[in-house]
């Protein structure tokens, strides 16, 4: 399969304030989880894969096309911007009809491409309502409507579900599942980690201008090996397998929660010690009643990154 995106030691600033610096990416097709706090960047870089900004050094190609000035290629590019750009003063269906029709599509054809998006993100029964009197969690599902109008094979989505309630957020979840499950491609920004994990175990994290990491999110976490693993032992026994694993010079710290019945180990290597704990419960007949890694996330494996910046 080739790339979808390409970029290529990418800067961008903007007087002395700095955008995004020196990134090399290369998306395949999927969902694509760009993560990062507010500020991180994470706007700068859609906006460049957009073609909205133009980059101060480096390059950046979609489909093998180069972004910026090229107006053919959004025939093939959705985009779903972090803030509201409306003619406020027309209705949902009015809108997405003209939307449709700057994509060429003739005066019938435009009202039934937008009748047909609003209704994938509920706003159907307000289509002749002027937008101005939409809600936050109504525009923002309008702007996703506006940018899968045209059925594009890749769609850039800045926060998209900002504002909105939570049974549309997995309903919009499922509709980029959904749409990458017929061949297409989504990058697809937040801060909130859970609604990346949510949609896609492929992630970039980005944090000031710059990706810290790429990948599958169990591979990201694999690779740290200084960052020591949690890992939490419910058992009636708690304090036995606690004794076990004292003086195991892979064990970093050893804490107890008596009142859960809960020991939780630090280890720098989890195969060793999950390797010394199946052996030990087993010869000893114990019981278990959870074993957990509470650190074994998204969140964890991003605060871990970001401290060593």
Same mark, same amino acid.
């Given at each position: 399969?080739?790339?979808?995106?390409?970029?290529?030691?990418?800067?961008?600033?903007? #007087?002395?304030?700095?955008g995004v610096s020196d990134i090399s990416l290369v998306l395949m097709p999927g969902v694509h989880g760009l993560l990062g706090p507010n500020g991180a960047g994470k706007t700068t870089f859609l906006r460049l894969a957009s073609g909205q900004l133009k980059p101060n050094r480096g390059r950046i190609?979609?489909?093998?096309?180069?972004?910026?000035?090229?107006? #053919?290629?959004?025939?093939?590019?959705?985009?779903?911007?972090?803030?509201?750009?409306?003619?406020?003063g027309v209705s949902g269906g009015d809108y997405l009809s003209f939307l449709a029709r700057l994509h060429g599509a003739s005066t019938q054809k435009a009202r039934n491409l937008a009748r047909t998006a609003l209704h994938q993100v509920g706003l159907e029964e307000v289509a002749g309502k002027a937008i101005s009197a939409y809600s936050l969690g109504m525009r923002q599902r309008?702007?996703?409507?506006?940018?899968?109008?045209?059925?594009?094979?890749?769609?850039?989505?800045?926060?998209?579900?900002?504002?909105?309630?939570?049974?549309?957020?997995?309903?919009?979840?499922?509709?980029?599942?959904?749409?990458?499950?017929r061949g297409r491609t989504v990058i697809v920004s937040s801060h909130v980690l859970p609604e990346i994990e949510a949609m896609t175990?492929?992630?970039?994290?980005?944090?000031?201008?710059?990706?810290l990491a790429e990948g599958d999110?169990?591979?990201?976490? #694999?690779?740290?090996?200084?960052?020591?693993?949690?890992?939490?032992?419910?058992?009636?026994?708690?304090?036995r397998i606690a004794e076990r694993f004292v003086g195991d010079h892979h064990v970093l710290t050893i804490r107890f929660d008596n009142v859960r019945q809960k020991v939780v180990f630090n280890t720098d290597n989890?195969?060793?010690f999950f390797a010394c704990l199946n052996r030990f419960v087993v010869e000893e007949n114990?019981?278990?009643?959870?074993?957990?890694?509470?650190?074994?996330?998204?969140?964890?494996?991003?605060?871990?990154?970001? #401290?060593?910046?």
């Open positions: 399969m080739a790339p979808v995106l390409e970029a290529e030691s990418l800067s961008k600033w903007y #007087g002395n304030i700095l190609r979609i489909f093998g096309e180069p972004v910026f000035n090229n107006p #053919g290629l959004f025939q093939r590019v959705g985009f779903c911007p972090e803030n509201d750009a409306y003619y406020r309008l702007k996703v409507s506006a940018a899968i109008l045209h059925d594009p094979q890749l769609l850039i989505l800045d926060e998209p579900l900002k504002g909105v309630d939570p049974l549309w957020r997995v309903r919009i979840t499922d509709l980029i599942r959904d749409f990458a499950s175990n492929r992630i970039v994290l980005i944090h000031q201008g710059q990706i999110i169990q591979e990201i976490r #694999g690779l740290l090996d200084s960052h020591p693993h949690m890992v939490s032992v419910c058992a009636p026994h708690f304090r989890r195969d060793h114990l019981e278990i009643e959870e074993i957990t890694s509470p650190d074994d996330n998204l969140q964890a494996v991003f605060n871990y990154l970001v #401290g060593r910046k």
